[in-house]
């Protein structure tokens, strides 16, 4: 795992340092997950039929609600992806907790959420080798983020073979294990994407940790 990404998800801001103690326990509990970790990923591409503000629809007529329509709206063609750091950090995160070490579970939280994020990036590097000429990636939309509703998750698990890596949707739309990541990412012509830019800098929440 990445340090300074396990770091960042434990709540520290850019440019700090937990002190020596707690540094020390996240060092140790990344080399303790070397080797357990099995994060997984999948993705599927399909054509954008029709896009408009409040909805982008698919080949095969899937239509997603709400802003993702305006976020991808210069996008040809569109990614449904599925990342997970899969069930190991989890268990090794609940298991610290039910012993009542707070600050390991939250570490091996932290592992599980950094490992999730490294999986969807290898997602993207997948896809930035098969852009064509003059092509470039949006950023990635999740739903629950951005004004997505989280129920558009019932929509990305219509699209991909979310079983095939071990992740199921709960009623509630949580997906089990919990550190995984899912979402849409557009493919479409370079100037159009980097035009667009994006919806971070129409976000009223500066301050906030994820901001792109």
Do not use: W
Request: aromatic share 6%; hydrophobic share 40%.
């Amino acid at each position: 795992p990445d340090i300074d990404e396990v770091v960042r998800y434990l709540g520290y801001p850019s440019g700090a340092t937990p002190n020596g103690s707690i540094l020390d326990r996240v060092n140790t509990a990344a080399g303790a997950v070397r080797g357990l970790l099995r994060p997984r990923g999948i993705y599927a591409l399909y054509k954008v039929a029709v896009c408009n503000a409040r909805s982008l629809t698919l080949s095969g007529d899937v239509t997603f609600t709400g802003p993702i329509g305006e976020y991808l709206s210069q996008a040809d063609r569109a990614a449904v992806f599925l990342a997970t750091a899969g069930p190991e950090i989890v268990a090794l995160a609940e298991e610290a907790l039910a012993r009542r070490d707070t600050l390991g579970g939250l570490i091996y939280n932290a592992i599980g959420s950094a490992t999730a994020e490294a999986a969807v990036e290898r997602i993207v590097g997948r896809l930035r080798g098969e852009l064509g000429p003059g092509e470039d990636l949006t950023l990635r939309y999740s739903p629950g983020y951005c004004g997505i509703s989280l129920a558009q998750q019932k929509t990305v698990f219509s699209l991909i073979d979310a079983a095939s890596i071990g992740v199921e949707l709960l009623p509630t739309y949580i997906m089990k294990p919990v550190k995984s990541v899912s979402g849409l990412i557009g493919i479409g012509p370079e100037n159009g994407v980097h035009a667009f830019a994006t919806p971070c800098e129409r976000c009223p929440l500066a301050d906030c940790k994820m901001r792109r």
